[in-house]
């Protein structure tokens, strides 16, 4: 299936019915399993509420921080997934319902941002690591600018959220997780100035949303201590 063809397949599930039903069940199996298993301690739940447009942008340390922060917000947060998972039908029709979309890591990948842009648009919250792909250890390093670039097109306020121990409980190459704590830390939104947004200050911005993210995981990781 061809990139352009796998976006709208997947906007495509996201829009029917069943999509919201996906994200309900899987938020009620997620309760009943992971949460089990992980010994899960978070705080300012109540900013991956913040009403849309919104950027939830949390760090990437597992395959588990999406699911977690999804479910911890309590209502369905689409995503950038990157396009290979969708190849797998099982699996790209569930992240798909759940509102996921396709990216290609390899390109630019205008298709993405714009569909990105287009959800935030239609008044829906999203879900960006804004380190890209996963990361190890405390500190948040380079960001890239492309969350802090759709915000600004979009108005969209960004929040940052830091996550401690899922890498323990689900490194890269783990197929199961295992009993770990985790801690989940969301901060106050960060707000957009208004108007356009030179070159300079988008990186600056981008600066700050990496000064917040810091924060946020550096509590995250106190709440396991």
């Known amino acids: 299936m061809a990139e352009n063809e796998l976006a709208d397949w997947a906007a495509e599930i996201a829009a029917k019915p069943y999509g919201e039903r996906i994200y309900?069940?899987?938020?009620?199996?997620?309760?009943?399993?992971?949460?089990?298993?992980?010994?899960?301690?978070?705080?300012?739940l109540e900013h991956l509420r913040t009403d849309p447009p919104v950027i939830v942008?949390?760090?990437?340390?597992?395959?588990?921080?999406s699911l977690i922060v999804g479910v911890l917000g309590r209502r369905r947060l689409p995503t950038l997934a990157k396009e290979s998972l969708f190849k797998i039908k099982p699996v790209g029709w569930w992240i798909?319902?759940?509102?996921?979309?396709?990216?290609?890591?390899?390109a630019a990948d205008r298709e993405a941002t714009a569909a990105a842009r287009k959800i935030l648009?239609?008044?829906?919250?999203?879900?960006?690591?804004?380190?890209?792909t996963r990361q190890s250890g405390q500190a948040i390093t380079e960001l890239f600018d492309g969350t802090t670039w759709i915000a600004a097109k979009t108005g969209?306020?960004?929040?940052?959220?830091?996550?401690a121990g899922?890498?323990?409980?689900?490194?890269p190459g783990v197929k199961f997780p295992r009993r770990a704590t985790v801690g989940v830390s969301v901060?106050?939104?960060?707000?957009?100035?208004?108007?356009?947004?030179?070159?300079?200050?988008?990186?600056?911005?981008?600066?700050?949303?990496?000064?917040?993210?810091?924060e946020a995981n550096d509590r995250a990781h106190r709440l396991i201590a």
């Open 24 to 44: 309900s069940v899987t938020r009620i199996v997620t309760q009943q399993t992971l949460f089990r298993l992980l010994d899960i301690r978070a705080e300012g």
């Open 121 to 132: 648009d239609s008044g829906k919250p999203l879900m960006i690591f804004p380190e890209g």
């Open 57 to 65: 942008a949390p760090v990437h340390r597992s395959n588990l921080d």
């Open 166 to 171: 899922t890498e323990a409980a689900m490194p």
């Open 156 to 163: 969209a306020s960004i929040v940052p959220v830091g996550i």
């Open 187 to 214: 901060g106050a939104p960060i707000v957009m100035p208004e108007g356009r947004i030179p070159r300079a200050k988008l990186t600056e911005l981008t600066a700050v949303v990496r000064e917040h993210l810091q």
């Open 96 to 106: 798909a319902g759940l509102g996921a979309i396709p990216l290609d890591r390899d």
